[in-house]
């Protein structure tokens, strides 16, 4: 997401955030993944997502509301950010976002079980 308030003409590394914590993603150099309409979700929360989701098969039920990445109104388990509560995120982009971030060579995902 863009920090409230940006200037669209203008926009600063320090303006992009992750939808899910708010940390600045890009002016940090966090690893981060965008989704539909400029939402972001970096490694971190992402990581919280999977262990959450896919690992441990909990989640919650978004109960209409749609997924902050992929805007879809989706019926599969979700991660929701406990830090913004607006922000969540279904079980098909977590799984999406996670094979990514393996790809890329990210140590921390390496070693993440791919379940499904
Ligand atoms: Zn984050
Ligand atoms: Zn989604």
Redesign the pocket.
Known sequence: MQRPGTDPQNVQPEDILCDFCRRATWAKDIPSIE?HHGSIICTDCLACAWTEVVELQAGVDLEGAS??????E?SDP?WRSPLHEEAS??R??IKLGGRAFRKDGQAAWGAKPDKD
Do not use: D, H, S, V
């Open positions: 989704g997924c902050t990445m992929c805007l879809e989706r979700a995120i279904c098909r982009c």
